[in-house]
């Protein structure tokens, strides 16, 4: 895309998100704990051409860069993302997700019947599977729907 072709402006400084799946661009802003009401300066694209997706999601997040955990889990739902960091309007660093093998205390399992959800002091750890995610207290598979599993 040419710098005529720009949806929303260049930053500054932070982190660009692209190659997010066409409609989870808000998975992705809750998997950053973004909801607007701590002056995070966000801009969104959804929906937008891709020569490579058809159609993508794309999220710049100003003065901010991903911790590994986020990264996780952010590929759990956009596993073709690449992730540009951005330092005075230049892309200084640029890379594509890659699945963990675990992630843990980020999800949260959906067997009530799990050490997890009873109250016990115990993180979530899920093993990242190629067609889902399995608790690896009660063996319970999450194949759909991930995002709805992100501990708030």
């Not at 998975?27 to 694209?45: C, E, H, K, R, Y």
């Not at 991903?66 to 960091?85: C, F, K, T, Y």
């Not at 843990?104 to 009873?118: A, D, K, P, R, Y």
């Amino acid at each position: 895309m040419t710098d005529e072709e720009l949806r929303v402006s260049k930053i500054e400084g932070g982190t660009v998100l692209d190659h997010i799946p066409s409609g989870q661009a808000l998975n992705v802003l809750a998997i950053l704990g973004i909801d607007g009401t701590q002056g995070d300066v966000v801009s969104i694209g959804m929906n937008v051409p891709s020569d490579r997706l058809g159609r993508k999601d794309v999220v710049k997040v100003e003065d901010r860069e991903l911790s590994q955990s986020e990264v996780d889990v952010l590929s759990l739902i956009a596993p073709e993302a690449s992730i540009n960091i951005i330092k005075n309007f230049d892309v200084v660093e640029k890379h594509r997700v890659e699945s963990p093998d675990r992630v843990s205390g980020v999800l949260q399992c959906s067997n009530h019947n799990c050490i997890t959800t009873e109250g016990e002091p115990v993180d979530t750890e899920f093993e990242v599977l190629e067609d889902g995610i399995r608790c690896i207290y009660c063996d319970t598979l999450i194949r759909e729907n991930i995002p709805a599993h992100i501990l708030a």
